[in-house]
């Protein structure tokens, strides 16, 4: 298992390496992260990057290892935006001369860049962003500038303190006219003594969410006043200004820049599968650990992992994990395909391919978010302390909900993409990919679910089929309702929360479709087929049992049909219990990795709870500082 | 509705000048909390409780006021433990000797207690605590005694710094014979020099989720060697170890003490009313300065409040505010009416009023817990900003779910009192108090909807009986197959996890009966009445949304009905929206109470949330520490 989960023995191999390299070296001690005040954390964190860039050029780590190093020291910094986003942004947007000039001081890392879009006033509306670049034709020069309070940058990663350059996005104004937002690099900072440039003003816009988590990046406010860059610093990939201030469109389709979103996406939805596993294993083992109630003539209690509702709740989030996990290797195949097409200036799946990361992203980490803080609560009180892992776990990821797309933001771009699949069925628009489903319209709307026994849902073509008709029937009856507006606008506003769930349904139909895929294609190793069907069912069928007023209010199921899924699904509980932990094992992380008490490998979580308490700075003193001033005086004051 | 909200003209005055009293003292001021370190976050709150006390008494402020002092200020510590569960257990569980002693020493704050129960190893199990007291008739003593590691006690507030004394927990021994769990007071520290006692280790148990949050109070670690307490230091209410080492029933009953259970659950209640309706200010008024897309001719854009996607997210949270403070309300008259029974000897109503506060509990702290974090989401971005007051709200709200009993636990608690009256439907005994629908079996059983249009599902009698119904029809479903098993625990456990959903329906149904009894009651001001029918609809009709699938597969409604109620309930929405800002001030919190700058009575979010950043200890130099040692070197290298 845990080379499917690794993806290959090759990926297996390298992460075992290098995550065991990690864990052995005391600079990247996460021990007492959550202990650290905001300054100490961040000089913690720098020190880190340092080391691991250190690392990497002792090592001579190639680009995969290396990546998977920094995946591993596992701390947010100012080069996951640099990595992440700035190179990404000059290799998609860039010309290749620009390529040419940027890209090695940056792979090298003589320069540091993040990515700065979002403002103050405006985040998901990316059209509505007020920072300005003109472009003043007798220097040759645009000027940045920020015109209104609204209009400071806010929340750029690296940008508070470390980067000295920035791919900014400004509204671009020639002669008065405006051509839309563009991206422009620029330099923030001096490369002798880290100091602002002139007209540049910069921070941290301060604390986020949780104890050490985020608060290692330096999200940063940025504000331009009439800043001077050079011409050739505007990205001109997809649309050129010439020394004359004409604005040009180049011959490289807008589209192009899609290609990079569903890169970025198809990221995020792996690592959901990577958080989510994560918290999985800590309230999975810790499950198995704790024991409390049904002591039989004073024997030893039960685990709590043998309580029904403790599986009910637990399971289904590993299954997700798993189900994520092949998804986003799906993605990553899409992502190649769609990468190919584009070169062969075949842009037909785009609106697709675009539709089904937005909303892959969407499904995928609100789950993940939610299921991290499940996997808290499965852990009672001691899920609590920051020493479970689980906090942190919980604070650092639940922003992958808002960035790079708001995920209602997404579903509803989402619910657009169906709704005009579905109005233009029977036009002979052939449907692709992920929409194919709905070529069988007919079938879909009429078809009785031929389940008749609590084994019939282990049939892969019973639970396809019922989830497609739900989907389909979902989506259809938004369109009907949306057709009865005058103004379609109109209507899809007022409907907008139906069409989430719409849209919904149709990503979770692509999650259990593709699960049921890839149990299709061989798998090696004895018995680990049976174990990701059972794992296939048990995502399927939850998620039949949570959303069953869907599969009901359709009529795709009958009530008789989801009862006995439910049944089924208590039974697969108990068949997957005996390998809960085997399972979360496979994923291969290291107790530094998981950073939790209660995740241990070894199952010692009482003592090192214990141990660990006496390492909080609370406890250097017996007596607490301020008991004399403030306490001593409450207790004498008679 | 402010009065609504307050409870009574008194209620809204004494809360109104409180509140204004401590947002202007600038020793409770919260602006630099969740910048702290845990060592100056400590402190800071020993400071404030030694103001808050010192004010207490120099104004002379009654109990009630005193009582809301301490609610504004905002700040969890150690006199939650002392007033709220120190303070109780001995008045429930002391004798009237014992009281006499111990009550006024805490009354004045000359000894400081605390409530020592969980220990490492056992928390929800109360029934297996390891911790012993063994009765020594040579000396007349108590030995106290923890024979394990995981007999530690973990967890209690106050504990670890600062509670001179504590209520302990532990098993009573005489001769070698158990006697179950009993409570103890036991001195801990030394009232000269606060140092620990002989036999005595005592400490902080390390941070907890989030910045600032639960991290100011001292949940602690203590651990006895053979340590001795008088034999008068037993709470001997209920049960008496006499001179001789003979263990005395009392003739006052042991249910007695469930008294105080319903007590602290029905404040748990209240509170999550409270805390739900903070992040539901915040996300409101956020929701109308937020604007993001939609601009029409260069026009502002729309305040994502009017986005009906935002609306059916945010409103059906508001309304759970309100409907979760009128059955805190009803459960403060219940709390009554049970004392008043008790104390004339009838017991007849505990099951019941047991079952309910535990299951409301349990419900209104899932929702709100969640509830929070959605109002957080809603924020977009911004939410995630210390500064927004949603981390901390979280942070510091999500143990309630775990705290004086894990909320599945509760609801399983529930489930078995469901079972056990619908077990004895017909034979004669009376069905109390929230129980009394399951009277009209036969109807609930068969009846249908009369629901034929969205208006209908105005009608109060139409959602009761369709939620009843629906309650009634699970808890049936789950007896007729519990049934099947010859061992009726181990049909209990396999179905533990449906049972948990027919507890859930039966909660929610109280909450919405008694919004809906409410609504009967005389409501005074200007259209406040109406503007509550909207609030009780929505939140049984996006109950019935959400819950759809209970509705349908019990036969309850179609899904022609359950249509129809979705239809509705996104005109309330509409109906909603113009008083949406009225109804969150109706809360009358002060600016200091929300701690938010995106909650701000005065909308003024952006500039001072640029003005705030500044304040972050990153800022506090222009070139960050650790500039020169870890990024210079890298950007340098070459
Ligand atoms: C940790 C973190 C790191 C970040 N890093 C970067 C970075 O490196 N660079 C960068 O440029 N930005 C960054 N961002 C900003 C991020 O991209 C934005 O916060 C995100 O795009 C969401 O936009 P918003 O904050 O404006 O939310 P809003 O759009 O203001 O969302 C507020 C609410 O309005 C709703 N809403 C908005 N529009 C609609 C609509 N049309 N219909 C219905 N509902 C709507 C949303 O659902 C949400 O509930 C980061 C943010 C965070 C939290
Ligand atoms: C912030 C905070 C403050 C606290 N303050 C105090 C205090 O002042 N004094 C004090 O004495 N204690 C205190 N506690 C402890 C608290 O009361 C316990 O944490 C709580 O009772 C839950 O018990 P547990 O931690 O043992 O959880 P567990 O019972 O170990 O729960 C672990 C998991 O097992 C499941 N589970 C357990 N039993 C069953 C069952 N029978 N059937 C099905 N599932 C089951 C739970 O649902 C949960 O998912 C505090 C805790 C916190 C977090």
Redesign the pocket.
């Known amino acids: 298992m845990k080379i499917v989960w690794a993806g290959s023995k090759h990926d297996f191999e390298v992460s075992d390496r290098i995550a065991r390299l990690v864990a052995s070296d005391p600079v990247f001690s996460k021990d007492t992260r959550t202990m650290m005040d905001r300054k100490e954390l961040f000089k913690n964190t720098l020190r880190k990057v340092a080391h691991a860039w250190k690392r990497i050029n002792e090592l001579r780590l190639t680009e995969e290892e290396a990546g998977k190093l920094r995946f591993y020291v596992d701390q947010p910094a100012y080069t996951d935006?640099h990595w992440g986003?700035f190179v990404p942004a000059i290799k998609g947007q860039g010309t290749e001369e620009q390529q040419a000039k940027w890209l090695p001081l940056a792979y090298k890392m003589q320069i540091i860049g993040?990515?700065?879009?979002?403002?103050l006033?405006?985040?998901?509306?990316?059209q509505g962003l007020e920072t300005t670049a003109t472009f003043d034709p007798k220097t040759d020069e645009f000027i940045v500038h920020s015109p209104t309070l609204t209009s400071s940058?806010?929340?750029?990663?690296?940008?508070g303190k470390v980067s000295t350059h920035a791919v900014v996005?400004a509204r671009l104004i020639i002669d008065g006219k405006e051509y839309g937002v563009n991206g422009f690099i620029v330099q923030l900072r001096s490369l002798d003594d880290h100091s602002p440039l002139p007209g540049i003003t910069v921070g941290d816009i301060g604390m986020?969410f949780g104890n050490g988590a985020?608060n290692s990046?330096d999200?940063g406010v940025l504000t331009f006043d009439n800043v001077r860059i050079p011409r050739d610093q505007m990205l001109m990939r997809v649309g050129q200004v010439t020394r004359e201030g004409k604005y040009v469109q180049s011959d490289v389709p807008r589209q192009l820049l899609y290609g990079t979103m569903v890169f970025v996406r198809k990221t995020i939805v792996s690592d959901a599968s990577i958080a989510l596993s994560r918290a999985v294993t800590i309230a999975t083992r810790y499950s198995a650990v704790r024991r409390q109630f049904g002591s039989q003539n004073g024997g030893p209690e039960t685990q709590v992992i043998d309580y029904k509702t403790q599986q009910s709740r637990l399971f289904p989030l590993l299954a997700s994990a798993y189900a994520f996990r092949f998804v986003s290797e799906w993605l990553s195949w899409l992502y190649t395909d769609v990468t190919q097409r584009l070169q062969a200036n075949d842009f037909s799946i785009l609106p697709e391919a675009h539709a089904c990361t937005a909303g892959l992203k969407s499904l995928t980490t609100s789950i993940t978010a939610d299921g991290i803080e499940e996997c808290r609560k499965l852990c009672g009180g001691h899920g609590y302390l920051c020493s479970s892992g689980l906090p942190e776990l919980f604070a650092v990821y639940v922003?992958a909900c808002?960035?790079?797309?708001?995920?209602?933001?997404l579903q509803?771009q989402v619910a657009r993409f169906l709704m005009k699949t579905v109005a233009q069925l029977g036009s002979g628009k052939p449907l692709v990919g992920t929409t194919a489903y709905m070529g069988r319209a007919e079938h879909l709307l009429q078809c009785k679910s031929s389940a008749e026994k609590p084994e019939d849902w282990l049939n892969p073509d019973v639970v396809l089929e019922a989830f497609e008709s739900r989907a389909f029937r979902m989506s259809v009856a938004c369109a009907k309702n949306l057709a009865k507006f005058s103004i379609p606008e109109e209507g899809f506003?007022e409907l907008?929360a139906d069409l989430v769930e719409a849209a919904v349904a149709h990503c979770q139909l692509i999650v259990v479709s593709k699960f049921i895929d890839k149990l299709k294609q061989d798998i090696p190793g004895a018995g680990v087929k049976q174990q990701l069907e059972i794992l296939c069912s048990i995502y399927a069928l939850h998620l039949l049992h949570k959303h069953a007023g869907d599969f009901l209010a359709t009529g795709s199921l009958t009530s008789k049909q989801v009862a006995l899924a439910n049944d089924i699904l208590r039974s697969l509980y108990s068949k997957l219990r005996p390998n809960a932990i085997a399972l979360v094992d496979a994923f291969n992380y290291t107790d530094h990795y998981l950073g939790s008490v209660l995740g241990r490998y070894d199952g010692s979580v009482y003592s090192k709870l214990y141990e660990g308490a006496w390492k909080d700075p609370l406890n250097e003193t017996v007596v607490p500082e301020g008991y004399h001033e403030f306490v001593r005086p409450i207790l004498k004051q008679h």
């Open positions: 935006l986003m993040c990515y700065a879009q979002t403002e006033g405006h985040g998901s509306n990316v940058k806010w929340w750029p990663g690296g940008l996005y986020k985020y990046m999200n922003p808002t960035y790079e797309g708001d995920n209602v933001v509803l506003s907008s």
